[in-house]
C-alpha cells in the first residue's frame, strides 16, 4: 500500500509539544532594546488580540542588553503569565541574535517575529499564520508594509531601493523583506542558523532551500514612544549582507564554480596583457617599440597568472571545507518535503526522498 508522508507536515506536529505536553500552535518573539515605554504595551496587546484567537500561542521576549528599564517592566507585565518566555541577554548583540535567541526557546509549529516597538500590528499575526494554509500551502508568509508609516528619506526611500536590489540580486518576489512581521513554519528555520544581519534574508534563504514564499500586506502603525534603532549605516550591513547571502545562496555546496569563474577572468586578463605587450614591443598599438623587460603590462600579466593559480587552489581549499562542513554536523545538500513509501506513484507533489 502507498504511504505518502509530508514531511513538513509531520515536522510541525511533532514540534508543536510543549513541556506539559499541550499543543502550542503560534510562537511570537518579540524582540526589545531600550523599549521600556513599548514594553509592558507591547505584551498586554498581544495577549489581549491573540487571547481572542483560537490559535494557542506563546509569547517569548527577548531583552537585547536595554539600559533603560525594558526588562523591569517586562517582568512586571508579563512575568506572572505562563505563555511568556523572557529572555534577558547579557549585551547587545544586535537584532537577529536576539531573534536566533527567540527561536531556540520557541516550541510552537509556527513561529512568528515581530517588533517591538508597537508598530507591527498583532491583529495582522492571524491572517499571516491562516495563509500558511492556503492552496497549494505555504511555508513561508512575509508581511508587506505597504502603507509604511516611517520618515520618507531616512527610512523608506532607502528600504525601496534596498529592496530592489535584493530582488534583483537574489530573485525572491518580495517587496519588503525588511518587514519583521513573519510567519514561518518551524521546519524552515531548522537547519537555518543566523549571523551578522541575516534575519531580514531569512524568506530568501528559505526560499533558496525550498520553502514556498508568498506576501501579505499588513498594518503599519507610526512610532508613538521611543527613538528608532535604524539609520542609514543599517543600510551598507544589508549590502554586505547581501554578498554574503549572494555567495552562500549560489556557490554554498560548489565553490570551485565561484574561484574557477574568478581564474578564468584573471587568466583571460594575463593573457590580454601579454598579448598587448607584444605587440607594444614590435611597435604596435604605440608610438615607439617598448621592451618586454620595461613593459608593466608584463608584470601585470604574471601577477594575474598567480592570482589564477590562488584561485584555482582557494576553490579546491573551500570544496574540501564543504565537504567537511557537512559531514561532520550530518547536513544533507537537499531538502525533503514528501515522502513516497510502498509504491509507484502518489497524488500531490513529490520530491526525492533521502534523510533530513
Known amino acids: 500500500m502507498t504511504e505518502v508522508v509530508d514531511i513538513f507536515s509531520v515536522k510541525s506536529q511533532a514540534a508543536s509539544a510543549s513541556r506539559g505536553g499541550d499543543a502550542i500552535d503560534v510562537s511570537i518573539v518579540v524582540p526589545l ?8 504595551q507591547v505584551y498586554s496587546e498581544l495577549a489581549s488580540v491573540m487571547g481572542e484567537s483560537p490559535l494557542r500561542c ?11 528599564r525594558t526588562w523591569a517592566r517586562l517582568t512586571e507585565a508579563a512575568g506572572g503569565d505562563d505563555r511568556c518566555t523572557l529572555v534577558r541577554l547579557t549585551r547587545r548583540f544586535g537584532q537577529t541574535a536576539a531573534l536566533a535567541a527567540g527561536f531556540a526557546h520557541a516550541r510552537g509549529g509556527v513561529i512568528v517575529p515581530m517588533d517591538g516597538d508597537m508598530q507591527n500590528d498583532p491583529h495582522d499575526i492571524v491572517r499571516l499564520v491562516a495563509r500558511l494554509d492556503e492552496p497549494p500551502g505555504f511555508d513561508v508568509v512575509s508581511g508587506w508594509r505597504k502603507d509604511r508609516q516611517d520618515k520618507m528619506w531616512s527610512r523608506r526611500l532607502p528600504s525601496v531601493l534596498a529592496n530592489k536590489l535584493i530582488r534583483w540580486v537574489t530573485g525572491v518576489p518580495l517587496n519588503d523583506l525588511g518587514c519583521s512581521l513573519k510567519a514561518y513554519r518551524r521546519e524552515v528555520l531548522d537547519d537555518v542558523s543566523l549571523y ?49 547571502v549572494k555567495f552562500l545562496g549560489d556557490y554554498l555546496t560548489k565553490p570551485i564554480y565561484f574561484f574557477g569563474k574568478a581564474a578564468l577572468l584573471s587568466t583571460f586578463g594575463s593573457v590580454a596583457s601579454l598579448g598587448i605587450a607584444i605587440f607594444q614591443k614590435y611597435g604596435y598599438l604605440t608610438t615607439e617599440e617598448v621592451n ?43 531538502k525533503v518535503r514528501t515522502l513516497v513509501q510502498g ?14
Open 33 to 40: 532594546l531600550n523599549e521600556e515605554e513599548n514594553a509592558a
Open 58 to 68: 506563546e509569547f517569548i521576549f527577548v531583552d537585547d542588553g536595554s539600559k533603560d
Open 196 to 244: 551578522g544581519e541575516m534575519h531580514r534574508f531569512l524568506p530568501v534563504i528559505t526560499k533558496w532551500r525550498g520553502a514556498r514564499i508568498t506576501e501579505v500586506e499588513v498594518n503599519h502603525r507610526p512610532r508613538v514612544h521611543g527613538v528608532t534603532k535604524y539609520d542609514l549605516r543599517r543600510t551598507i550591513k544589508v549590502m554586505l549582507d547581501l554578498i554574503t
Open 292 to 334: 618586454l623587460n620595461r613593459n608593466v603590462l608584463v608584470l601585470f600579466s604574471v601577477m594575474l597568472f598567480l592570482m589564477t593559480v590562488l584561485f584555482l587552489m582557494m576553490g579546491v581549499i573551500s570544496e574540501l571545507l564543504v565537504r567537511i562542513y557537512h559531514e561532520s554536523q550530518g547536513r544533507t545538500t537537499y
Open 343 to 356: 509504491g509507484d506513484s502518489a497524488d500531490g507533489e513529490t520530491m526525492a526522498a533521502g534523510p533530513g
